[in-house]
């Protein structure tokens, strides 16, 4: 039977190493997923995932049982780290376009395939056009995942206007694709 | 199908899509949708911006070797903070009061060392004679120093309040009146000079 996570954290305040590597082998996966929603990109994912794991053993006294469970903090620390270095990169992010990806050759093939690119390179143009404030939440929720929670507090927006934004955006690219006649 | 009708389906077709929309208005959209072909196209189109947006969404792998990289790192990172200071009475050093009566010893020592130094290659006079006074002239020097640094403290908060109060026409009134200020008062702590020889003749 493996620990609970505050059997762990006790025996990581003790100087176990083992104990941390255990610790951070289950929550890893849930923290780089919320990092990759935050980043889109793995290694910068990674690098959020370890400062967030620093943090968290430094701070490991620090967590007090009676206002959440271990992984609900784990969770909080990650969070923090991963908006704060979103914030950060926040001007290079929308500088930089995320790459939709290719449509699967495998299944596709013929008109088919050629429409479906033809929609993806139609959402790009249409992603490139949006303005930023509108921009940001769908490359944030739609393309890289995060939660709308998540992406309200990293762009310091109510969660209200967050929906608002996200779904003129979709519509708009819709519109494009629609104007096209391009269908799924 | 009115544009009233197709202008409320546009507004709720993305959170239909999103499968955010209650029930019974989701059935309405739906019924609109059956009779109307624009409104269809759009909903359409929604459906396949949603998956090609969704498609390039990077699914995160962990691995054995990630998850041992990130825990050592972390774990050592902290170790060599903490190894910062290894005669911590955590690790084992002597208890805080003896560590720093240790220092504040070291200083004394140190400092009598350094005023010996200085006593030996000054003035004539006595041994107490000579280390009071270079003492006291330390201490003179220390504090005319310190009064400058507090001048240029006092001179940045002026310029830094006005121009927080948005008066940036009066930053440099202000720095004229400190500068006169800082004048008058050199001025005043100057000794009188020497009487010189008027060469002006009365009433020329």
Known sequence: VSDTDERLRDRCLAGDEEAWGELVGRHLPRVMALAQGFTGRRDAAEDVAQEAFTKLFRSLGAYDPARGSFEAWIMTVARNVAI???????????????????????????????RRREARDLVRIGLQALPPELREPVVLCDIQGSSYED????????????????????LELARRLRDRRIAP | VSPRECEACEERLPDLVDGTLGAVIAGEIRRHLDTCAACLALHDALVLVSAELRRGRPVPSVDGELAA????????????????????????????????ASGVLSLAVTGAVFLFSSVAHGAAGSVPLRALRSVNESATDFRSRTDSWMEDVRLVRVLVATAFEGRLDRVQEQVEDYRRL????????QPPASPEPNHRTPGA
């Open chain 2, 69 to 100: 990289r990130v825990a050592a790192r972390s774990f050592h990172r902290r170790r060599r903070a903490a190894d910062l200071w290894p005669l911590s009475p955590e690790r084992g050093g002597p208890p805080w009061r003896i560590q720093v």
């Open chain 2, 182 to 189: 800082l004048e008058r008062r050199r001025r005043a702590t």
């Open chain 1, 151 to 170: 992406a309200a507090v990293a762009l310091s927006i109510p969660l209200g206007t967050l929906k608002s934004r996200l779904n003129r955006a979709r």
């Open chain 1, 84 to 114: 704060d270095q979103y914030r950060r990169h926040r001007d290079e992010r929308l500088r930089e376009m995320p790459l939709l990806v290719e449509p699967p050759t495998g299944d596709d093939a013929g008109p088919a395939l050629v």
